[in-house]
Structure formats: C-alpha cells, structure tokens
C-alpha cells in the first residue's frame, strides 16, 4: 500500500476518481432505459458539483487495504487508473462494517468479514449545493465498496435510488425479479427504489462505486 497522500495529491486523487466515475455515467446513457437514463443524468448533474477536499486521512480498514491491491489484476486496462486512484484514497477513508446491528449468521458473518464500504461525499468530495435530500436537492451521498472472493452479499432493499459502477471484478448481481446476471468493471446500472438486491462473488473480488440519489437516511435492509 502506498504512503498517505497530503493535500493537493489527495485532491487529486479524488478529482480523478469522480471524472472516472462521471466518465462510465456518460458512457451507460448509450442503451439505457428511459428510467435508467433519467437516473444516470441525474446523477452527473449532481457529481457535477462536488468539490475535491484536500482532507488528511482520517481512518483505515485493513479489509480494504488487503483486498483492494487483490483487485488490481481484475481491473481491465480501461479501468487500471481508476482503480489506483482508489487505491490512493483507500488509507484516507472511514471503511465501515455492514449491518453491524443484525443479528449474526454464519453466512451473514462471512458477508461482514469480506465486504466495507466507505463514504466518499464529505469525506473527500464535498457537497456544496441544496441541502442533502431536502427539496430541490443537487446532493449525492456517494462511497466505494470492497467485496471478497467467494462472498455472498444478501439479498436487501432501502428505498434510496440507488447507482451503481463496477471499477473491478467481476460478480453475479440479482435485482428484483430478473435474477442473477454477470456483471463486469464499466458496467453501471440503477435499483429503483425498494428494488431488491445482491452481490454474489465467485473468485474474483470486487471493487465498486455507489451513489444514492434521495432518502439517504434510511439505512438498507436485509430481505
Ligand atoms: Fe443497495
């Protein structure tokens, strides 16, 4: 893992990663559903005005640290410095435990063990617009996550529509009915709200983006 960064580099870093992200965003508009394409429009105009923090690092995970360097030979060449721009970021971040009040299951426990998340707005890109999730809100509540090999993320829902872009790996996704399908790095799709969902590793991990788009303060919940 590479030495912390200091300010402008950890700007930098940040503002790499968002143009990436916005980058696959644009690129998903081609062969999008009306609802997709509404969903993904909406979201650029809002990563739009984030603004890169120069922030100091704040907290670490070693899950993410050891996965994240795991993932590199799974990120295709079009996705190489996207990932090493998360890489960059990674020792900056908070990177959270999952569901920590549920109670525990082997298979939930795994799950736990082998998957974090950590928020990106207002950690190291900053909402400058209309108060989050109020009327007319231009805010986006937007974090990376690390999932392991072999891990199953179950089934859940939030009411939050919600954003997603593979940076690395690929996994089997499941939403609502459609059941499982592959999914690979550039792909970005949508879960409209309370659309359930899950992540289903085999042997490579996963890295990702996710963004939500409204009712950030509902936490997701298990099916
Ligand atoms: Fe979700």
Redesign the pocket.
Known sequence: MKQALRGEAFAEAASQLLAHIRADVERALVGATDEEAESFTELNDRLATLTPDAADPTGSHDLALDWLPAAEQFAPASHRSMLRAVIDLAPHLTWLTPYESVEGSPQLDHFRSNYTAAPLTDACLRNVSAPLGGPGSTQVALFLTVQGADVVYPA???P?V?I?GIIAGAADWLRGGEGFRPRRPGDVFL?SSETV?ATTTRSEPVVTW?A?LDRFETP?ELS
């Open positions: 859940h829902h939030h939050a919600e997603y879960h969902h996710v939500w997701p």
